[in-house]
Each structure stands twice: as structure tokens, then as C-alpha cells.
């Protein structure tokens, strides 16, 4: 049972343009979620987070958007660089407390041509 | 600030032999964590420690993975017997005690079973 899905497996934007990442769950305990950035033979990187009780995070060229009602969330990248091109995991917590446990969807391969 | 050390770097191993995996944290990180990433899936939390306490081990085949973490410091995860589907990137990430979502990952390793 994938309680993180990240549809689509791959993603090309041109350099410059928007790029956007979904990502949809259904477990409604998450409350907190996570992208992470992962390059080839490198451990995955914490890229930006939002929590359940907003709907709007922004980290320069990064946001992340929350739709609670719907059980989605997305990543733009704005203005996509040849730089950004990864792999890109969306993860969510439920747990709060002490356990920071991350359920990871598949992940999404992001290429952003020159 | 020193990352999140793995070693090795990579290990080909045929099936019913054992395997070790070696973690260090990022120094004062009270949290660990091992994750098993196969080829095409998100990361998959096996193991949790909180010091030298676990966590949550609830998703550790724990008739052939065993995991310490010794004075909680260091940490080693090992196989034993190992299996075809063992096959995978082994992630130890760490991260500061308290509420702290963007753990640190280090570079895993990947395992091969023939």
C-alpha cells in the first residue's frame, strides 16, 4: 500500500520555464512534508518543507504548495536551471514527537534541457 | 560541519553470505536512521535510534537484518543471510535530537547479491 505516490516518473522542462513536481497521499496523519533532491551515487538532500497547517512555503526559486482537502502537494521550480535536474522525492511524517519517521513516494526524474 | 560517513562504498556479495554496513553521524546527531532504497522505489525507513535506544524497527526483516549502535555514536546495520532481493542502496541518515524533519543523509551504500 504506497501511501506516497509520485505519478509521474519523469519530467522535462526547457531552462528558464517552471517546473512542477505532484506528489498525492492518503494517509490523512500526515502533517508534515518534505522534498528532498537526490543526484546520481549521492544520499538524497533536504530541499524544502511545509507543514499541514499552511498551505504556501517559498524558499527562493523553490515553493511548495498543500492541498490538505485534496491529499496533494506540488513543487515548482521557478526558473528551472540545468543545475535542478535530479531526482526529486516527496516524503511525508505523521508521527510528531519523537519519531520523525518518512514515508518516500517513488520519486520523480526531473531533467531541465539547456 | 563533517557529513553523514558511510562505508563501503559499494559491495557485491553472492546470496547466503553476510554483510556489514558501517554509519557515522554527524557529531552530536542523537538521531539515526537506516533507510533501504531498490532501484526505481522511494527510500524505506528499516531502523530507528534515538542515542543508542531503537526507535522503530518495525519494517526490519529482523530474521536476517540486525542493527546497534554502540556508546550512540557509530552505527553498523548487517545482512545475514543475504537474499537476491537485498539488492539496494543502504542510506544512514542522522539528525540533531528534537523536532527535525530535514535529516542529513550520506552517500550509501550499494549492495549487490548474486
Known amino acids: 500500500d504506497q501511501q506516497v505516490k509520485q505519478n509521474s516518473p519523469s519530467l522535462s522542462v526547457q531552462e528558464g520555464r517552471i517546473s512542477i513536481l505532484n506528489c498525492d497521499y492518503t494517509?490523512?496523519?500526515?502533517?508534515?512534508f518534505l522534498w528532498y533532491k537526490k543526484y546520481p551515487a549521492e544520499g538524497p538532500t533536504f530541499l524544502i518543507s511545509?507543514?499541514?497547517?499552511?498551505d504556501k512555503n517559498e524558499d527562493g526559486r523553490f515553493t511548495v504548495f498543500l492541498n490538505k482537502s485534496a491529499k496533494h502537494l506540488s513543487l515548482h521550480i521557478v526558473p528551472s536551471q540545468p543545475g535542478d535536474s535530479a531526482v526529486y522525492f516527496c516524503?511525508?511524517?505523521?508521527?510528531?514527537?519523537?519519531?520523525?519517521?518518512?514515508?518516500f513516494g517513488k520519486g520523480t526524474l526531473l531533467t531541465v534541457n539547456p | 560541519e563533517a557529513g553523514v560517513a558511510q562505508s563501503p562504498r559499494y559491495k557485491i556479495i553472492e546470496k547466503r553470505q553476510s554483510v556489514a554496513f558501517w554509519c557515522n553521524p554527524i557529531s552530536g546527531h542523537a538521531t539515526l536512521y537506516w533507510y533501504q532504497q531498490i532501484l526505481g522505489q522511494g527510500p524505506k525507513l528499516l531502523i530507528q535510534f534515538q542515542n543508542n535506544g531503537v526507535v522503530d524497527d518495525s519494517q526490519l526483516p529482523k530474521d536476517r537484518f540486525s542493527a546497534e549502535r554502540l556508546k550512540g555514536v557509530d552505527s553498523t546495520l548487517k545482512i545475514q543471510p543475504a537474499k537476491l532481493e537485498d539488492s539496494a542502496v543502504y542510506l544512514c541518515a542522522s539528525s540533531p535530537q528534537g523536532w527535525d524533519y530535514g535529516y542529513t543523509f550520506g552517500s550509501g551504500t550499494r549492495l549487490t547479491v548474486v
Open positions: 511545509i507543514s499541514s497547517i499552511k
Open positions: 494517509n490523512s496523519m500526515f502533517d508534515y
Open positions: 516524503a511525508a511524517s505523521g508521527s510528531g514527537g519523537s519519531n520523525y519517521k518518512l514515508t
